[in-house]
């Protein structure tokens, strides 16, 4: 009989996943099998997939079992891996709270890009979640990349946090045009790159569109958030206490640099709909869900 799989919808100021839930590790997620799933007309639909997986079952993740339970497998909705997702880290902490797999508080998960520490107050299907994203990297000069869409070319940070951003500083969001397509990066990373373009409003307020790389234009984009505030603060464009507020599409989050640069990422969350999932068989790239609604 072909197992049936628990899996929350769920989304970070409408950037959407869909969490499964393997503790064991027994999911084997192809490429073909991921796209199918995150597709939004024959599939169930997402930005990308998220798999909680215990840590001491999960070889990527094995060395972390002593200080974290569980591991965010994430990826793209093309299928490819995923090293960090800020706003993917903050829906995994909620569906592990609502379901009783962990208690609210302060959990330590273990993602591609290390550990990471959540902060979560309540256990309910919805509400805010605080992620400590870490110390972000810049590793080339401001001006080392350029990126080019619709009409326009722009000068580009490089920032990592977790995964590698591009960030842009423009007049009009619209300036980028359609971004149906990927924005060309120039040189591009080897492992691709997610593009911001970021319009400041006032010293603690952006607005941004993000191009998620394996996955197209985004409602929101949590480490994207990150970098655009870390962009910012770099340039000397600072809120008064260091929190900034970033308007995305999809809704607001907020970024906040300590004063060692580490950053910290806050925003809503929501789990919409749960349900049993049966994957793929061997002759058939199909996944059929029963679902309901959370409460």
Request: proline share 9%.
């Amino acid at each position: 009989m072909t197992p049936r799989i628990p899996f929350t919808k769920g989304n970070g100021a409408g950037n959407d996943f869909l969490v499964l839930h393997d503790p064991g590790n027994q999911l084997a997620l192809t490429p073909a099998v991921i796209s199918q799933l995150c597709d939004r007309r024959t599939g169930i639909g997402a930005d990308g997939i998220l798999r909680a997986v215990l840590c001491g079952r999960s070889p990527e993740a094995r060395r972390y079992a002593g200080q974290a339970t569980w591991f965010m497998d994430y990826r793209n909705a093309d299928g490819s891996l995923g090293g960090m997702c800020g706003n993917g880290i903050r829906v995994l902490t909620r569906h592990l709270t609502h379901h009783h797999h962990s208690p609210p508080g302060r959990l330590t998960l273990a993602t591609r890009a290390g550990l990471r520490s959540v902060s979560i107050t309540e256990s309910g299907p919805s509400g805010e979640v605080t992620v400590h994203m870490g110390r972000p990297h810049l590793p080339l000069p401001s001006d080392a990349l350029a990126v080019t869409a619709g009409q326009g070319s722009w000068p580009a940070l490089y920032v990592d946090v977790g995964n590698p951003h591009a960030v842009v500083f423009v007049d009009d969001l619209d300036h980028p045009g359609s971004l149906t397509s990927p924005p060309t990066v120039v040189p591009l990373p080897p492992q691709g790159i997610t593009v911001e373009f970021v319009r400041i409003l006032a010293p603690g307020h952006l607005a941004l569109r993000v191009h998620e790389r394996g996955v197209g234009e985004t409602p929101a984009c949590g480490t994207g958030a990150c970098a655009a505030a870390i962009a910012a603060h770099r340039a000397g464009i600072r809120p008064s206490d260091d929190t900034y507020r970033v308007d995305a599409p999809g809704g607001t989050l907020r970024v906040r640099i300590q004063p060692d640069g580490t950053c910290t990422l806050t925003g809503p969350t929501a789990l919409t709909v749960s349900g049993l999932l049966t994957l793929a068989t061997p002759d058939s790239e199909h996944a059929v869900a029963q679902a309901g609604s959370e409460d």
